[in-house]
């Protein structure tokens, strides 16, 4: 390492020295990884024991992979994705969360297993895939010790106590500071405006119109003109020839501004040698259309010997791909944006060519990268500069503004340790967001971890087959979502008990010598509710009546109650009022602490009682047992665990082909983006695969039934975006001959293949031995091409 140990890097060894498991928070780039790598050197320094490394994505799993076998060697270090397998048994072994918790509900022997680190562990909070971090969390065998690496959250200490909680020994090492400085700007109108200065509160919060008189005499337009020079010399901008007039050629729509387009963004960076640049677009098409624009301004960031470099990475990694599918998959504009160091990088792109885009860029060969958020987890990629073009993105169902933790994870990406002495985080201006919006953001430290746990149907019938129901209750009691809850409890309850002292010092200030005056008090707030109701629109006459009839009842009441005739009446009123209001708080805070105290266990007696009701739990000799068919659900994994172990117990899909059964796996894993989620029905492939696609269907709304009854949210219908392109795919057809009719990137389609790929592969292992070789036929057939040619990168 080119420099020496931070505090908290120290903190953390010493204390893994010592025997602890620890927590470190820390900012992006700050140098967790550096803790990870010593548990991992004292486990290589003894003769025998295993290090486990998990990632919450697949392509980190395959970065970490490349950056250990550099160190320890090929021999030593393993690969497990899911749909790869390699080395499995080496002693330090690279691995997805979820390959980690299947291991453990396997009951697989991990005696020689020393640390397990869990790389991203803020990903818990992934209501889709962080529950799986709790599972390995707690089930892991005691005396393996983790190494969890998070971002900086505001509540690591909560976090912290709940892993001493479960597993002991745990240390909790926080740090918010940044080994290289950050500098915030806001882009206005063609001139860079520091966001914070040594009078960082008063600069921060001044108007607009202030804060663009601070931008004067900081115009960076205008210094593109020096004329920068390359390695030969050369000047690095081959600027298009004006037009006619003089003028240049208007941005392409999706550009910045009228008055500030990327290409002038990207001479101010470099001016200012400020580049490398991620520039974070929340939208595929928006960075796509970034990349071709800046190559249509003329813009070349690379030498000829950069070029050639690049060529010949490029060449390397790609030479698998079949030159048929080339010009579906954008190589050749692609490949061209890369020659002039401009590249996009998001989910729609072809794993492989993430992975360049990466390589290049951590080589310095590629300057400039436009980026969807996802690049922020984790990834390897630290740049000079990170360019916010917005502050809002969509988030499935409406526009929000990104929060105060998903600002600091991109804008962690800026300032390279060991390299830069500074990072620089710039926010286009809109014109609609004001400077102490931009300001608050990014100084805000208000970001808390909170649990996305719930059981499954695949976790409990897991759990009960190894801990039967009462131990299994007694395990989710100690999951951080319950720990998260009871905490919640106990400052509610004593919320409650101050509210009760309260309760007590009314009710003896509303006591009336005559009689009892909360017997009035009732009487007197039946009446207002009456004269309410008598308000009301719409009456019948009968029912005008009725209500006038009754309360003239209720005030004949009230004039013959002894307290009607006291003279401190309305003051004893007032404080029943109070007495009142007060008592009704206090009933909603316990009926919350009833349903908060023990709900994972709750969920989980609603799933059992589901699964029982199907027959994969039964009740003999005093005891809950796992049926032959809860068997079969527990090594199925995924949302629709349920569904899928129902479906192949009533044997819906016996009688499929191979295509078939791709397409209808595809159906089970696919999520639609926004309105692609299904096809229309002339479109749906014919014949057996329309059958077993409508008793599936038709299974699935008794499921979502039996959810609903039972009190469960139920889960969401199967979506048939993907099969036709799914049934193409395994039936032969081309690249460009699947996805003619979809509006599916290249990338998205390898991804949903992969994991329709691991659909399959479990249905292999679960189903009668026809169907099951009918499933291997179908990752046969599908597995080719692109999908081959992207190795195990997603």
């Known amino acids: 390492m080119p420099f020496g140990l931070d505090p908290f890097q120290r903190q953390a060894c010493e204390a893994i020295e010592e025997g602890a498991s620890v927590l470190v928070a820390a900012p992006t780039g700050a140098g967790k990884t550096v803790v990870a790598e010593f548990a991992i050197h004292l486990t290589m320094q003894a003769p025998t024991g295993r290090v486990f490394y998990t990632t919450p994505m697949k392509a980190l799993s395959n970065q970490k992979h490349r950056e250990l076998v550099e160190t320890y060697g090929a021999g030593e270090v393993g690969l497990l994705t899911g749909d790869t397998s390699l080395n499995g048994d080496a002693r330090i072994v690279v691995m997805t969360t979820e390959v980690l918790r299947n291991m453990l509900y396997e009951g697989r022997r991990l005696d020689d297993l020393e640390f397990v680190v869990m790389d991203e562990v803020h990903y818990l909070a992934d209501r889709f895939r962080g529950p799986v971090w709790e599972e390995v969390i707690i089930h892991l065998p005691r005396h393996v010790r983790l190494v969890s690496l998070s971002a900086t959250v505001s509540n690591a200490e909560e976090f912290g106590a709940w892993l001493d909680a479960v597993r002991g020994g745990t240390r909790v090492i926080v740090s918010e500071h940044r080994p290289v400085p950050l500098d915030a700007h806001v882009l206005i109108r063609g001139r860079l405006v520091p966001l914070f200065e040594s009078r960082a509160a008063e600069e921060a919060h001044r108007p607009s119109a202030e804060l663009l008189d601070l931008a004067r005499g900081t115009d960076l337009a205008d210094s593109a003109a020096h004329g920068h020079r390359d390695r030969g010399g050369h000047s690095r901008y081959r600027e298009r020839r004006p037009q006619r007039g003089g003028r240049r050629q208007p941005p392409p729509r999706g550009g910045m501004g009228a008055r500030t387009d990327r290409a002038e963004l990207i001479r101010m960076l470099d001016e200012r040698s400020m580049l490398p640049m991620i520039g974070f677009i929340f939208s595929r098409n928006g960075c796509d259309a970034a990349v071709q624009q800046v190559v249509r301004s003329g813009i070349s960031l690379t030498t000829a010997e950069d070029r050639a470099e690049i060529r010949a990475i490029v060449d ?205 008090a009732r009487l007197r707030r039946e009446a207002s509710d009456l004269e309410r109701d008598a308000q009301r629109q719409g009456l019948s006459h009968g029912d005008r009546e009725r209500i006038q009839r009754e309360l003239g009842g209720v005030r004949a009441a009230m004039r013959t109650h002894p307290c009607h005739a006291c003279p401190d009446r309305e003051a004893h009123a007032r404080w029943g009022e109070r007495y009142w209001r007060l008592r009704r708080d206090v009933e909603k805070a316990e009926r919350q602490i009833s349903r908060r105290t023990g709900q994972i266990a709750q969920q989980f007696d609603r799933i059992s009682a589901v699964l029982r009701e199907l027959g994969y739990l039964e009740d003999a000799d005093g005891r809950t047992r796992v049926t032959a068919a809860g068997d079969a659900l527990r090594r199925i994994y995924g949302e629709r665990d349920l569904l899928t172990a129902e479906s192949l117990r009533q044997g819906l899909w016996d009688g499929l082909d191979a295509p078939s059964l791709a397409a209808l796996a595809c159906a089970l894993v696919y999520e639609g983006r926004r309105d692609d989620g299904m096809l229309p029905e002339r479109m749906l492939p014919s014949g057996p695969f329309r059958t077993a696609l409508d008793a599936t269907q038709t299974l699935w709304a008794r499921l979502d039934d039996l959810e609903q009854a039972h009190r469960m949210p139920g889960t969401e219908p199967l979506q048939t975006g993907l099969t036709l392109a799914m049934h193409r795919w395994a039936r032969g057809y081309p690249l460009d001959g699947v996805l003619r009719d979809t509006e599916l990137a290249a990338g998205d389609f390898v991804r949903w293949t992969k994991q329709t790929i691991d659909a399959l592969d479990q249905i292999a292992q679960v189903a009668p031995k026809r169907l099951a070789r009918t499933a291997e036929d179908a990752v046969d057939r599908i597995r080719r091409g692109v999908v081959e040619a992207s190795g195990s990168a997603l």
């Not at 991109?410 to 002495?421: E, H, S, W």
């Open 316 to 520: 390397e990694r790609c030479r698998l791909l079949d030159d048929a599918d080339l010009g579906v998959l954008g190589w050749y504009e692609w490949l061209a944006g890369l020659e002039r160091g401009v590249a996009a990088h998001h989910a729609g792109l072809l794993p492989v060519f993430k992975e360049v885009v990466e390589e290049l860029f951590r080589a310095r060969l590629l300057k400039v990268v436009f980026a969807t958020e996802t690049l922020a987890l984790g990834i390897n990629m630290p740049a000079r500069t990170v360019v916010l073009e917005q502050l809002e993105k969509f988030n499935g169902e409406a526009r929000v503004r990104i929060t105060p933790g998903e600002y600091t994870q991109l804008t962690g990406r800026a300032g390279r340790r060991g390299i830069d002495t500074e990072g620089h985080a710039v926010v286009v201006w809109n014109g609609r967001l004001q400077p102490q919006e931009v300001a608050s953001l990014a100084s805000r430290r208000t970001y808390p971890l909170q649990s996305a746990f719930r059981p499954t149907y695949n976790m409990a019938v897991n759990l009960v087959d190894r801990l039967g129901v009462a131990g299994t209750r007694e395990v989710l009691e100690t999951s951080f979502a319950q720990f998260q809850a009871d905490r919640s409890v106990v400052q509610l309850a004593r919320r409650v008990v101050d509210q009760r002292a309260s309760l007590d010092g009314f009710r003896a200030s509303m006591e009336c010598h005559l009689g009892d005056f909360s017997e009035y």
